[in-house]
C-alpha cells in the first residue's frame, strides 16, 4: 500500500507535518516541532498522520488536542491558542474519564493534495481514534476549532458538522457543538461521511 495510517511517530515525521503546514497556515499559529514533541511524550493519542511509504514521508496529519472545561471556555473566548498549550497543561487521557476536544489541525501536503484517499484515510484514522476512546469509556462533552483557512473552513463545516460561533481575535472563525448531544449525534453519523466521500472516489 502506498499510503498507510501511522499512530506512532518519530522525529522527522514532525518535520515534515510543521513543513506541511507552514503552506497553510500563519507561522505564529503553527506549534514549534519541539513543543509538538513534548505534546507527544505526554500524550500520545493526539497525532494521526498518512506516510507516503515510497518516499518515507508524512503527507498527511490531524491533530487532536484534549481541553478541560476551563481550557475550552478559554478558547472559545479567544483567551487560549494550541500554541500556549504545553506539556504541564496538556492532558492525558484517562479511561472512564470526560473531555473537551479541540480539533486542532487538518493538513495535506501541497503536492498531495489531489490524491483524495489521503483525506479518507486521516478521516478513517479519526474514526479510529475516537472508537478507541469510546471503547474506554472516555467522553467528550464538546469539540471546538479554528478556521484559519476556506479550506479548512469547509472541512469544519462539511466533515466536522461543527457551528459557527465568532471571531477571534486575529480574524479566524472559532467553531464549536452547542452541546454533548450535538457531539454524540455526529461521531454516529461520522462513518456515513467517510462512506459518502469514499463512493465519490471511485
Given at each position: 500500500?502506498k499510503?498507510?495510517?501511522?499512530?506512532?511517530?518519530?522525529y522527522?515525521?514532525?518535520?515534515?507535518v510543521?513543513n506541511?503546514e507552514?503552506?497553510?497556515?500563519n507561522p505564529?499559529?503553527?506549534?514549534?516541532?519541539?513543543q509538538?514533541?513534548?505534546w507527544?511524550?505526554?500524550?500520545?493519542?493526539?497525532?494521526?498522520?498518512?506516510?507516503?511509504t515510497?518516499?518515507?514521508?508524512i503527507?498527511?496529519?490531524?491533530?487532536?488536542?484534549p481541553?478541560s472545561?476551563?481550557?475550552?471556555?478559554?478558547?472559545?473566548?479567544?483567551?487560549?491558542?494550541?500554541?500556549?498549550?504545553?506539556?504541564?497543561t496538556?492532558l492525558k487521557y484517562?479511561?472512564?474519564?470526560?473531555?473537551?476536544?479541540l480539533f486542532?489541525a487538518i493538513?495535506?501536503?501541497?503536492?498531495?493534495?489531489?490524491?483524495?484517499?489521503?483525506l479518507s484515510?486521516?478521516?478513517?484514522?479519526?474514526?479510529?481514534?475516537l472508537?478507541m476512546?469510546?471503547?474506554?469509556?472516555?467522553k467528550?462533552?464538546?469539540?471546538?476549532?479554528?478556521?484559519?483557512?476556506?479550506?479548512?473552513?469547509k472541512?469544519?463545516?462539511?466533515?466536522l458538522n461543527?457551528k459557527?460561533?465568532k471571531?477571534?481575535?486575529?480574524?479566524?472563525?472559532?467553531?464549536?457543538f452547542d452541546?454533548?448531544k450535538?457531539f454524540n449525534k455526529?461521531l454516529?453519523i461520522?462513518?456515513?461521511y467517510i462512506?459518502?466521500y469514499?463512493?465519490n472516489?471511485?
Amino acid at each position: 500500500m502506498k499510503y498507510k495510517i501511522e499512530y506512532e511517530h518519530e522525529y522527522k515525521d514532525f518535520e515534515d507535518v510543521w513543513n506541511i503546514e507552514k503552506h497553510y497556515l500563519n507561522p505564529v499559529t503553527i506549534a514549534s516541532i519541539e513543543q509538538v514533541i513534548e505534546w507527544e511524550n505526554k500524550n500520545h493519542h493526539i497525532h494521526i498522520f498518512i506516510r507516503d511509504t515510497s518516499k518515507q514521508k508524512i503527507v498527511g496529519e490531524i491533530t487532536i488536542l484534549p481541553l478541560s472545561k476551563e481550557q475550552f471556555d478559554r478558547f472559545m473566548r479567544n483567551q487560549l491558542e494550541d500554541t500556549e498549550i504545553n506539556a504541564n497543561t496538556l492532558l492525558k487521557y484517562e479511561n472512564n474519564k470526560s473531555y473537551y476536544l479541540l480539533f486542532s489541525a487538518i493538513a495535506i501536503a501541497p503536492n498531495y493534495r489531489n490524491e483524495k484517499i489521503i483525506l479518507s484515510l486521516l478521516l478513517e484514522g479519526l474514526k479510529s481514534k475516537l472508537d478507541m476512546f469510546c471503547s474506554n469509556g472516555i467522553k467528550f462533552l464538546n469539540m471546538c476549532a479554528e478556521g484559519q483557512t476556506s479550506d479548512g473552513q469547509k472541512f469544519i463545516e462539511s466533515f466536522l458538522n461543527l457551528k459557527f460561533k465568532k471571531y477571534n481575535n486575529e480574524g479566524y472563525k472559532l467553531y464549536s457543538f452547542d452541546n454533548q448531544k450535538q457531539f454524540n449525534k455526529w461521531l454516529k453519523i461520522l462513518p456515513k461521511y467517510i462512506e459518502r466521500y469514499n463512493n465519490n472516489l471511485k
